[in-house]
Nanobody
Framework: VQLQASGGGLVQTGGSLRLSCAAS????????MGWFRQAPGKEREFVAA????????YYADSVKGRFTISRDNAKNTVYLQMNSLKPEDTAVYYC??????????????????WGQGTLVTVSS
């Protein structure tokens, strides 16, 4: 399984970006997928997750109402639409596949495959 994240860049405060994560493999549609981020000097933190069907989504409190996670199983791709961006959203964003069928969405130990990360920089 390979995950390829893209879509990062430099944006001003209040701007928007859409991240994409393309996955290889035929079992993409059976797994929950998540996005995490890591800011300089900080630990990696959970951002959002979406179940295999897209029927349920989960968000960190810090991004709720501003970010939207979605997926297109026909394209083996998961997206993260980020609106109203703030400087504190600056980080490397990683997509990941959740191997655990149960367990907290926000726990990075529940994820086995990770993309290489894409840098999002929000200028003030």
């Amino acid at each position: 399984v390979q995950l390829q994240a893209s879509g990062g860049g430099l944006v001003q405060t209040g701007g928007s970006l859409r991240l994409s994560c393309a996955a290889s493999g035929r079992t993409f549609s059976t797994y929950t997928m998540g996005w995490f981020r890591q800011a300089p000097g900080k630990e990696r933190e959970f951002v959002a997750a979406i179940t295999w069907s897209g029927g349920s989504t989960y968000y960190a409190d810090s991004v709720k109402g501003r970010f939207t996670i979605s997926r297109d199983n026909a394209k083996n791709t998961v997206y993260l639409q980020m609106n109203s961006l703030k400087p504190e959203d600056t980080a490397v964003y990683y997509c990941a596949r959740k191997w655990g069928r149960v367990g907290p969405q926000a726990n990075s130990d529940q994820y086995d495959y990770w993309g290489q990360g894409t840098l999002v920089t929000v200028s003030s």
